[in-house]
């Protein structure tokens, strides 16, 4: 998609990439009540943005999605965080985040990509090459533990 960029987040964008977070998210039918039960659960810490392991979609220059990685104790790397905002979705964006994510997880060695998914994504991440290895509880009901091998 040529009119895709992905770029690192910048600090100064924290707050923006959170609203965007809220609107992703409300969106899955379902989660509303419990997100507005639990809106602490909508926190990017700027930490996170200034290591490096926060990434921005822009679509025609204008934020249409994040995602984020965060190291595991044992090498590999877990997807933290992805969203898009519902008015850009279907156009690749998630995939190109996924694939983004994917590129830095292998520089830094990892073989693998995790996820705990929400079920509402089960496609998205099926599509996206990940594979399901279980189930887990969250504070916000059942997530899939979902993994995508990297090639090296
Ligand atoms: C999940 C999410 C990130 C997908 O983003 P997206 O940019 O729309 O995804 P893409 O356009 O890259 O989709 C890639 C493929 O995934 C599959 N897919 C994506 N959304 C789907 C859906 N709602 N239903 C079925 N398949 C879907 C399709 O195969 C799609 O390819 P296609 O459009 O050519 O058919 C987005 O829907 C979102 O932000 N949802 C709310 C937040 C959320 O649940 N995030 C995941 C937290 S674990």
């Given at each position: 998609?040529?009119?895709?960029r992905?770029?690192?987040a910048?600090?100064?964008?924290?707050?923006?990439?959170?609203a965007?977070?809220?609107r992703?998210?409300?969106?899955?039918a379902?989660?509303?009540n419990?997100?507005?039960a639990h809106p602490?659960?909508i926190e990017?810490?700027?930490e996170q943005i200034?290591?490096g392991g926060?990434?921005?979609?822009?679509?025609?220059?204008?934020?249409?999605?994040?995602?984020?990685?965060?190291p595991?104790?044992?090498?590999?790397?877990?997807?933290?965080?992805?969203?898009v905002e519902?008015?850009?979705?279907?156009?690749?964006?998630?995939?190109?985040?996924?694939?983004?994510?994917?590129?830095?997880?292998?520089?830094?060695?990892?073989t693998?990509?995790?996820?705990?998914?929400?079920?509402?994504a089960e496609?998205?991440?099926?599509?996206?090459g990940f594979?399901?290895?279980?189930?887990?509880?969250t504070?916000?009901?059942?997530?899939?533990?979902?993994?995508?091998?990297?090639?090296?």
């Amino acid at each position: 998609m040529d009119d895709v960029r992905i770029r690192p987040a910048v600090s100064s964008e924290r707050k923006d990439l959170e609203a965007l977070q809220w609107r992703a998210s409300l969106s899955n039918a379902g989660d509303r009540n419990a997100l507005l039960a639990h809106p602490d659960a909508i926190e990017l810490t700027i930490e996170q943005i200034e290591t490096g392991g926060v990434f921005v979609a822009e679509w025609n220059g204008l934020l249409a999605g994040f995602s984020a990685v965060l190291p595991r104790a044992d090498g590999e790397t877990d997807l933290d965080a992805l969203f898009v905002e519902p008015a850009t979705r279907r156009r690749g964006i998630g995939r190109l985040l996924v694939e983004h994510c994917a590129s830095v997880a292998r520089e830094h060695g990892s073989t693998a990509l995790h996820v705990v998914g929400n079920p509402h994504a089960e496609a998205f991440y099926l599509a996206c090459g990940f594979e399901m290895t279980g189930t887990t509880e969250t504070r916000f009901g059942p997530g899939l533990l979902l993994r995508k091998i990297l090639a090296s």
